[in-house]
Each structure stands twice: as C-alpha cells, then as structure tokens.
C-alpha cells in the first residue's frame, strides 16, 4: 500500500515550465512503477507519462513529447514530472498514480493508488 500526494501545480504563461513533484509514503516505493495522468474540464483522463521501478524505462504520450520529462528519485521516494514550453493545451489536473502489478503501463487500470491530484493552468 502506498499513499500519493502531488505538489507543484500553478498558473504559467505559455511557454513557461512547472515542476511536478509527487510524494509516496510506503514501505515499497521501489517496487512500485509510477505514471502521471491528467484530466481537462469535459475531457477524458488521459495518460501523461509513466516510468519503470528502477528508473530505466520510460514512456510519454505523444503530444507531450519532448516537452516534458518523468523521472524518480527511489532513496526520497517521489517522483517528478517536469513540464517545459507549456500551451494552454496542457491544462488539466494532473494525477500521480503506482502499480505494483506492471513494469511500467500507460493505461489507468493497471494503477491501484492515485493522489489527489494538482491543478495546472496555462494561459495565453
């Protein structure tokens, strides 16, 4: 079991960047690979990215490619989404999920633990 909380989110001018953080309180962070997602106002969630339990994997949707980075930190257990030349486009509540059944997933079934989410607003 593993308990989420996201930080970080914000209002940024197009173009500008934002770091999110999730923290994880648990005995087995390692053993858990992480994802972030996030949600629009009348749009479906959507995967963002995900990453392996060492670290070495990664994966990131299409239109955030380039742009934004996922990355872990196991010995502080968190996980960060770094998010640069950001549009108004990106603008969405962004949730940090773990599972413990896959290496690494782009899909929100395979997640058991989700935060509570932190809102981000881009604006033009």
């Known amino acids: 079991q593993v308990q989420l909380a996201e930080s970080g989110g914000g209002l940024v001018q197009a173009g500008g960047s934002l770091r999110l953080s999730c923290a994880a309180s648990?005995?087995?962070?390692?053993?858990?690979?992480m994802g972030w997602f996030r949600q629009a106002p009348g749009k479906e969630r959507e995967f963002v990215a995900a990453?392996?339990?060492?670290?070495?994997?990664?994966a990131l949707t299409a239109s955030v490619k380039g742009r934004f980075t996922i990355s872990r930190d196991n010995a502080e257990n968190t996980v960060s989404l770094q998010m640069s030349s950001l549009n108004p486009e990106d603008t969405a509540v962004y949730y940090c999920?773990?599972?413990?059944?896959?290496?690494?997933?782009?899909?929100?079934?395979?997640?058991?633990?989700w935060g509570q989410g932190t809102q981000v607003t881009v604006s033009s």
């Open positions: 990453i392996s339990r060492g670290g070495g994997r990664t």
């Open positions: 999920a773990a599972t413990s059944d896959a290496s690494i997933s782009i899909f929100a079934y395979d997640y058991d633990y």
């Open positions: 648990g005995r087995t962070f390692s053993n858990y690979a």
